[in-house]
């Protein structure tokens, strides 16, 4: 399969970006997207050309550090990560349009790389217990409820690659820190500080200058671990709980 | 990843205050921006439920008019209160749509929306227009200065003739159609708004997520097709 491309490419930071066209030409269609531009990026290193730097790590579906923008769409077309998308769901011929996520917080590194360890600083702002840490506790003794193991299981998946906040139209990174907020305040050691985390995270993403949930819901429609947008609602209540209990605690 | 790399986002920097600080929280604002939004929302379905006493007949609506008109202060103190969440509803609105459009600083080449409705995407716009509409409409009906023979209009009890200005005033097939537009884009602003007020203020879960979603749409189009019914049978002739 032959395809043409549009590809980001940014030497650094602070250095503009723009579009450049690549030829991908011979791909096999059972070639995975990341595949493809690794075969792109043979040919061009090949010419002595910088290879498009872009990110992955397992390449099956789990680590969530792959990106990519692919025609507007965060990990590509269909649920899944990048390096899940396969040349086959495209067309020969087709033209396709490769962008990093792109997000104030996330700052750009390099062509398709994006420093997303805004994410990591919000899980340090209190997205942890804080428990002696020794031989497991005897499991029978902590009941957990079966309805919320399941959510907290649920919203546990969650990859933390930031796909919702590219494909948030305010970069808002709601999707993250109402899954990463409810899979600890479902479960019973999440509860001790289950007010001061939702405090904490909520306001580090914004001190981070992630933008304001719109419901537009596209973070739920793309995110890879299927996190439902219903965790928001449980955080929006969470946090406006907890901001009451700052309030009225002396 | 630990690449010192310079981040374009704002730095936004909370109060002790705790009060302050929750309005400066995105979800603080949001809370602030749906509870008007409840406010107005209320205050859309209670005026539909006087407004459509007109098909009652002029003696009804007329007295209705009176009734609003003699609680004196206690209207007042309700204008008042409607206009501060009008008020604060906008201001909020103002600040959150900054704070994204610092967030997402540059837009993808191909647009690849997903599943965000084209109303829930114009919320700024259909506001905007909604805000325009509303004024007019003051301006119109409440403060009688768009047609001076509004004031004189007195009904066989001496009692200001609502019904006889309505109809006077939707008789004009321009202003008419204006108003359908008018309320069309409230009915758009209202069909992503009515769903959002729920899942901001949190009490929505996956058991009520559809059922919120598409309640929220069908009663945006009743309450066009209440507003609507009024202009639409003046028009026709149906109202007289």
């Known amino acids: ?23 991908a030409k011979d791909i096999p269609s059972e070639a995975s997207f990341l595949e493809m531009l690794d075969i792109v990026n043979e040919s061009l290193t090949g010419n002595s050309e910088d290879p498009i730097e872009f990110d992955s790590d397992c390449r099956e579906g789990i680590c969530g550090m792959c990106s990519l923008v692919i025609n507007g769409i965060p990990h590509g077309p269909g649920k899944g990560t990048t390096c899940q ?5 495209f067309t020969d011929g087709d033209t396709i349009w490769i962008e990093p996520f792109r997000a104030a917080a996330f700052s750009p590194i390099k062509d398709l790389v994006v420093d997303r360890s805004a ?49 948030c139209p305010n970069s808002s990174a709601m999707l993250f820190v109402a899954a990463k907020v409810s899979h600890l305040g479902l479960l019973p050691q999440g509860q001790a500080e289950r007010e001061t985390r939702a405090i904490h995270m909520v306001r580090e993403m914004d001190e981070l200058g992630f933008g304001n949930c719109r419901n537009y819901y596209e973070c739920e429609a793309i995110c890879p671990a299927e996190i439902s947008a219903t965790f928001i609602a449980r955080l929006n209540r969470d946090y406006a709980a907890a901001s009451a209990q700052e309030a009225l605690t002396v | 990843m630990s690449v010192a790399s310079p981040s374009t986002a704002p730095v936004r920097v909370f109060s002790k205050n705790p009060f302050i600080a929750f309005y400066q929280s995105s979800i603080g604002k949001k809370y602030v921006v749906a509870v008007t939004a409840l406010i107005l929302i209320l205050y859309v379905l209670g005026h539909l439920a006087g407004n459509l ?17 003699d609680l004196g202060p206690i209207l007042w103190v ?41 109303a829930a995407r114009t919320m700024l716009v259909s506001g905007v227009i909604v ?20 004031h004189q209009l007195r009904d066989s009890l001496g009692r200001h003739d609502v019904y006889r200005m309505l109809i006077l005033g939707f ?48 009663l945006a189009w009743v309450v066009f097709a209440g507003y609507v019914s009024i202009p639409v049978t003046i028009l026709l002739g149906i109202i007289k």
């Open chain 1, 1 to 23: 399969m032959n395809f043409k491309l549009k590809v980001w490419r940014q030497k650094n930071a602070v250095s503009p970006g723009s579009f450049k066209d690549y030829d």
């Open chain 1, 85 to 89: 998308v396969y040349m086959r769901r």
């Open chain 1, 119 to 167: 994410f990591d600083r919000i899980i340090q702002a209190g997205g942890y217990i804080v428990v002696r840490t020794g031989s497991a506790p005897e499991a029978n003794s902590l009941p957990v409820p079966k309805h919320n193991a399941d959510l907290a299981m649920e919203a546990a998946a969650c990859i933390g690659c930031g796909a919702c906040v590219a494909a």
């Open chain 2, 53 to 69: 006493q007109i098909f009652i007949g002029p003696d009804r609506i007329n007295a209705y008019a009176k009734l609003l008109h």
């Open chain 2, 78 to 118: 309700v204008r008042i209160f409607l206009l501060a969440a009008f008020v604060i509803h906008i201001v909020a609105t103002i600040q959150l749509a900054h704070e994204n459009r610092l967030a997402k600083p540059q837009k993808y080449a191909v647009p690849g929306y997903q599943r965000s409705s084209t």
């Open chain 2, 131 to 150: 805000f325009c509409f509303v004024v007019y409409h003051l301006l119109q009906f409440t403060f009688e200065v768009t047609d001076p023979r509004y």
């Open chain 2, 171 to 218: 008789r004009h097939p321009l202003i008419s159609l204006f108003y359908i537009v008018g309320l069309f884009l409230l009915t758009n602003h209202l069909s992503h708004g009515l769903a959002s007020v729920v899942q901001t203020l949190g009490i929505n879960n996956r058991k009520t997520a559809n059922f919120v979603a598409s309640g929220g749409q069908t």
